[in-house]
């Protein structure tokens, strides 16, 4: 029967990130981190299900959270089965889970689910969620809209609480490359495995002409 502890992490806002790097320290059966979204990267988030509807995942963008700030956190399970996601913010929120990987430039793509606050500000999650084993997950916390003012925020510290069948791990994710930068690697690989062959081509040309003779 396993031992169920706590964790607590406070992690810096990060950006998108699609791979795996480094593991933080995990826990049999719960884990719980802190964050902050003020002055995080911005997204065009996905509706919610919640206030904006009931279709879950949706397929269609937030007419209301058109530029939100985010803090996307990478994370796996070590066994298949049921989970649940406990947040709490100090601001009105949402929550989505992606699959794989997270790109807040195409949001739509592998998102699993999303939830708003409905029906109390400051507290959304997910119940029952189905996870597989060794599987890249990433738990994105927002703000409901692009609000900005003392009465109603849309951004501010939070907690998530991930809870469930097997030990959980958080990660570290490398950034997502800038087309440009990706492109330019593709040609200067290109470049470089050219002149591999120019001079091994090079190399050979002596032995040939020798041979000729």
Do not use: W
């Given at each position: 029967?396993?031992?169920?502890?706590?964790?607590?992490?406070?992690?810096?806002?990060?950006g998108?990130?699609?791979?795996?790097?480094?593991?933080?320290?995990?826990?049999?059966?719960t884990?719980?981190?802190?964050g902050?979204?003020?002055n995080?990267?911005?997204?065009?988030?996905?509706?919610?299900q919640?206030?904006?509807g009931i279709?879950d995942?949706?397929n269609s963008l937030?007419?209301?959270g058109?530029?939100?700030?985010?803090?996307s956190q990478?994370?796996?399970?070590d066994?298949?089965g049921?989970?649940?996601?406990?947040?709490?913010?100090?601001?009105?929120?949402?929550?989505f889970?992606?699959r794989n990987?997270?790109d807040?430039l195409s949001?739509?793509?592998?998102?699993?689910?999303?939830?708003?606050?409905?029906?109390?500000?400051?507290n959304?999650g997910?119940?029952?969620?189905?996870?597989?084993?060794?599987?890249?997950?990433f738990?994105v916390?927002?703000?409901?809209?692009?609000?900005?003012?003392p009465?109603?925020i849309?951004?501010?510290?939070?907690?998530?609480?991930?809870?469930?069948a097997g030990?959980?791990?958080?990660?570290?994710?490398?950034?997502?490359?800038?087309?440009?930068?990706?492109?330019g690697?593709?040609?200067?690989?290109?470049?470089?495995?050219?002149?591999?062959?120019?001079?091994r081509?090079?190399?050979?040309l002596?032995?040939?002409?020798?041979?000729?003779?």
């Amino acid at each position: 029967m396993p031992q169920f502890t706590q964790t607590s992490l406070c992690l810096a806002a990060t950006g998108f990130a699609l791979s795996f790097s480094v593991a933080l320290p995990a826990t049999a059966g719960t884990l719980s981190y802190s964050g902050d979204t003020t002055n995080a990267p911005t997204f065009h988030r996905p509706k919610a299900q919640g206030f904006e509807g009931i279709e879950d995942p949706s397929n269609s963008l937030s007419d209301v959270g058109t530029a939100v700030s985010y803090f996307s956190q990478a994370f796996s399970v070590d066994t298949a089965g049921s989970y649940d996601v406990t947040g709490t913010q100090a601001f009105d929120g949402v929550q989505f889970l992606y699959r794989n990987f997270f790109d807040p430039l195409s949001p739509i793509t592998n998102l699993i689910s999303g939830k708003d606050s409905f029906p109390d500000v400051g507290n959304s999650g997910f119940s029952g969620l189905s996870l597989m084993n060794n599987t890249p997950y990433f738990l994105v916390t927002a703000g409901y809209d692009n609000a900005d003012n003392p009465i109603n925020i849309s951004y501010g510290k939070f907690t998530n609480t991930i809870a469930g069948a097997g030990n959980i791990t958080l990660k570290t994710a490398t950034p997502i490359p800038e087309p440009s930068t990706a492109a330019g690697m593709i040609v200067f690989g290109l470049m470089v495995a050219g002149g591999q062959i120019r001079k091994r081509k090079l190399r050979l040309l002596p032995v040939a002409v020798s041979e000729s003779k």
